[in-house]
């Protein structure tokens, strides 16, 4: 079964308002998460890694300011559009691994369309 | 720059038949390789995977090779099944990155029944 919970499946929002996607581990914790985007026909590009009580780590640029991340458990990692743009469309995917070294499990994803 | 690539962007393959999945690496760096199987709107579900310290892993009908001095790894599917019809993401990892990857760009199996 699913180890890693993604929430929500899909939201439509409209420009300019902020969106949150929630990524849960459901039987571990995760000490880190991995925020990824896909963009269609596209690779897996990681965004950051969500390290929890501690700030999060933005690959290069990937504005920490318009994708806030929030790692306040051990179990869950928020992922925040802020002032959502059309271009900000994409797939969202978390992810995360039960021990170090050990395969990366992945949520369902988010579709977040902004119109 | 790419440092996993998937040059083929699509495969399709007769049920029954074997599926060879290829993948190039540039970074000497990486230690682990694995493969994700994606449905459309889904996350990718992790496949096999290889450590660098071994040339071949096998997990019933999927094999994946790895050939260090070539930097290339191949995901054998045998037999295919129309079912293993997604998408096929490669992936790699450094040493000591604490699970990070890099993914390539994916490649599309169809298997024909």
């Known amino acids: 079964g699913a180890v890693v919970s993604q929430h929500p499946s899909w939201v439509i929002c409209k420009s300019g308002t902020s969106v949150k996607i929630e990524c849960r581990s459901l039987?571990?914790?995760?000490?880190?998460m991995f925020w990824y985007r896909q963009f269609p026909k596209q690779s897996l590009m990681l965004m950051a890694t969500?390290?929890?009580?501690?700030?999060?780590?933005?690959e290069q640029g990937v504005e920490k300011d318009k994708f806030l991340i929030n790692h306040a458990s051990l179990t869950l990692s928020t992922l925040t559009v802020t002032s959502a743009h059309p271009e900000d469309s994409s797939f969202y995917i978390c992810?995360?691994?039960?021990?170090?070294?050990?395969?990366?499990?992945f949520g369902n994803g988010t579709r977040l369309t902004v119109t | 720059d790419q440092q996993v690539k998937q040059n083929s962007p699509s495969l399709s393959v007769q049920e029954g038949r074997i599926s060879i999945l290829n993948c190039d690496y540039t970074n000497s760096m990486f230690d682990y390789f694995l493969w994700y199987k994606k449905y459309p709107a889904e996350g990718p579900t992790f496949l096999i995977s290889?450590?660098?310290?071994?040339d071949k892993n096998e997990d019933g009908r999927f094999t994946v090779f790895l050939n260090k001095s070539a930097k290339h790894l191949s995901l054998h599917i045998v037999p295919s099944q129309p079912g293993d019809s997604a998408v096929y993401f490669c992936?790699?990892?450094?040493?000591?990155?604490?699970?990070?990857?890099?993914f390539g760009k994916g490649i599309t199996l169809s298997v024909r029944p």
């Open positions: 290889i450590s660098s310290i071994k």
């Open positions: 969500s390290n929890e009580g501690s700030k999060a780590t933005y």
């Open positions: 039987d571990f914790q995760a000490t880190t």
């Open positions: 992936a790699a990892r450094l040493t000591g990155a604490n699970s990070k990857l890099t």
């Open positions: 992810s995360a691994s039960r021990k170090s070294n050990s395969p990366l499990h």
